[in-house]
């Protein structure tokens, strides 16, 4: 499976920007970069998901890399509600019924602080 | 959005006993379903893909046959710990999606098993 590399933890303030950088340079043209978080005693929730260009979405906004070995993900105003693991994953186009199937990293850890 | 709904959301459970966790997709049809599990401080490992109408499909390591599944219907799947040990004690989650890498994954909200 296509690898990805996150910090293992990173640090912000409320109602400042955050961005949570992932690095996939093995991923293939037909990969799709997803992220999920994850809170305490939770399944995993849906954040954003892209191929190509950049996506935005109400909950946040994802950054490609033109080479798409790396993405960022943006909170545009963290709150304390936003404090989670985040996990960056490429949803590997390998056809049938693989696509559900998502292989997760050790994720980034984001604490806010108020 | 669909929801994946999970049931019971926590259980504990005698050491030798069975325990039966049910997965739901609320709102649309699941071919395939997700079973992973999450020990403390880790993140999640895929233990079985559940394939309606037919046999599961396990991930290197995982037990068959302590690990039961079952996918009888489009919207429910159960995954069965069979003799349950201290061992077995962790996270479990539930996840269905769209057989298409451009949607996204649902998940369910876990069930945190004890087994004493």
């Known amino acids: 499976d296509a690898k990805t590399t996150q910090p293992n933890s990173m640090e912000s303030n409320e109602e400042e920007p955050v961005h949570l950088p992932c690095n996939h340079s093995?991923?293939?043209?037909?990969?799709?970069i997803h992220w999920y978080r994850q809170l305490p005693s939770q399944g995993p929730e849906y954040v954003i998901h892209g191929l190509t260009s950049n996506v935005n979405n109400r909950m946040a906004s994802l950054a490609i890399a033109e080479d798409r070995k790396s993405s960022t993900l943006i909170l545009h105003r963290a709150t304390l509600r936003d404090a989670a693991v985040y996990y960056c994953i490429l949803r590997v186009n390998a056809g049938g019924t693989s696509y559900g199937k998502l292989t997760f990293g050790q994720g980034t850890i984001l604490t806010v602080h108020p | 959005g669909a929801v994946v709904s999970q049931h019971p959301s926590r259980v504990i459970c005698k050491s030798g006993t069975s325990v039966k966790i049910e997965c739901r997709s609320l709102d649309f049809q699941a071919t395939t379903m997700f079973w992973y599990r999450q020990f403390p401080k880790q993140s999640l490992m895929l233990m079985a893909t559940s394939n309606e109408g037919s046999k599961a499909t396990y991930e290197q390591g995982v037990e068959k046959d302590k690990f039961l599944i079952n996918h009888a219907s489009l919207t429910l799947s159960t995954l069965t710990v069979t003799s349950a040990h201290p061992e077995d004690s962790s996270f479990y989650i539930c996840s269905a999606s769209w057989d298409t890498p451009n949607t996204e994954a649902f998940f369910g909200q876990g069930t945190r098993l004890t087994v004493v």
């Open positions: 093995t991923i293939s043209g037909t990969d799709y």
